[in-house]
């Protein structure tokens, strides 16, 4: 601020100390007009700026509302048009500023500059030393050392570290994994009711996985079973209603009549045994199967195709799935 003072009206200083102190002059000219006599000086600039001195002092006031004063022997004053304040004391070796909003700095020549704002914040620079350390009212500290960087401490003891010209490359996006869209209508060991289908869905899933079980282990048995499986495959048939013991008996006969008696055996237990397993011994009217039992038959029905299995008649339906068997009344 003094610089910038001095610099504006240097040209008016000059004028006035280029005449003597013992009379009296003035002079003027475009850019402003200064006079003086008796040790005392005046000056104006075209701008509306003005100084004046004399007796050691001197006073300058700035065309947009700053102002320095300068006492000799005791030191300088400043103010700008925001209300900043700068003062020197004369030998003091310091210069402080405050601006209106609380803070303040200070320089100490040849040891550094403190600096404080109006929320108690403080920081210090230690001339030479190329370190500046703030410090919060809260326990915070950071602290820049030129050419490598600046450490920071919390006030809970957090410390963190950034190097000068460092890159610091932003975090990845987040990677969100790909869930496929849900299958409508599948069928498997955890799925019941799939897509929205009946409450009879859940149901029928269910039974379902039972016959597919007792399928699994109708194909593991070979050929040598004997007659004791036999007969306890029909003790195991004999205890489900009379539905499921047709149909597992029917299931053994077929597979006993395309292969040995030992190949019979094998499929009549396996099927009493799948029966037992499967679930349910009867199929729930409105129900949807991936599958009907063995042995139905396709009566001829003028409103469309059906399947006769026992006394249980099926609709196919086709879809994004494949072919389904729907549970309906008599047609």
């Known amino acids: 601020m003094k610089r910038i003072v001095v610099i504006g009206v240097a040209g008016l200083f000059i004028a006035g100390l280029s005449v003597g102190s013992a009379g009296a002059w003035s002079h003027s000219g475009k850019y402003g007009s200064a006079s003086g006599g008796g040790g005392s000086w005046s000056a104006s600039g075209y701008r509306g700026g003005s100084a004046s001195g004399g007796e050691g002092s001197r006073s300058v006031s700035g065309a947009y509302g700053g102002s320095a004063s300068h006492t000799r022997g005791e030191g300088t004053t400043a103010t700008n048009q925001y209300g900043d304040t700068a ?4 030998g003091s070796g310091q210069t402080t500023v405050t601006n209106p909003y609380g803070t303040t700095a200070t320089h100490t020549q040849g040891q550094g500059t403190t600096a404080t704002n109006q929320y108690g914040d403080t920081a210090y620079h230690a001339t030479g030393s190329g370190e500046t350390t703030a410090y919060n009212p809260y326990g915070g500290s950071a602290t ?9 401490t919390s006030a809970y003891g957090t410390t963190a570290y950034h190097a000068s010209g460092a890159y610091y490359p932003p975090p990845p996006a987040a990677y969100y994994p790909y869930h496929p869209p849900t299958t409508v209508n599948y069928y498997g060991s955890s799925c019941g009711n799939c897509g929205g289908w009946s409450a009879a869905g859940a149901a029928a899933a269910g039974a379902m996985v039972g016959m597919a079980a007792g399928a699994t282990i109708a194909s593991a048995n070979t050929a040598a079973a004997t007659s004791s499986a036999y007969s306890a495959g029909v003790a195991t048939g004999s205890a489900t ?12 006969v077929a597979a006993g009549s395309a292969s040995t008696a030992s190949a019979y055996n094998a499929g009549v237990a396996a099927g009493a045994t799948a029966a037992t397993a499967a679930g349910p011994s009867t199929y729930m009217m409105g129900g949807i199967y991936p599958t009907i039992p063995a042995g139905c038959i396709s009566p001829k029905v003028s409103s469309g195709t059906y399947y006769l299995c026992g006394n249980t008649w099926f609709q196919p339906s086709y879809g994004a799935n494949g072919v389904s068997y729907k549970v309906v009344p008599t047609p």
Request: proline residues 0%; hydrophobic residues 30%.
């Open 144 to 152: 820049h050392y030129y050419g490598y960087g600046t450490t920071a």
């Open 87 to 90: 003062t020197h004391a004369t």
């Open 241 to 252: 209603t009379a539905a499921a013991t047709s149909s597992a008996y029917t299931a053994g």
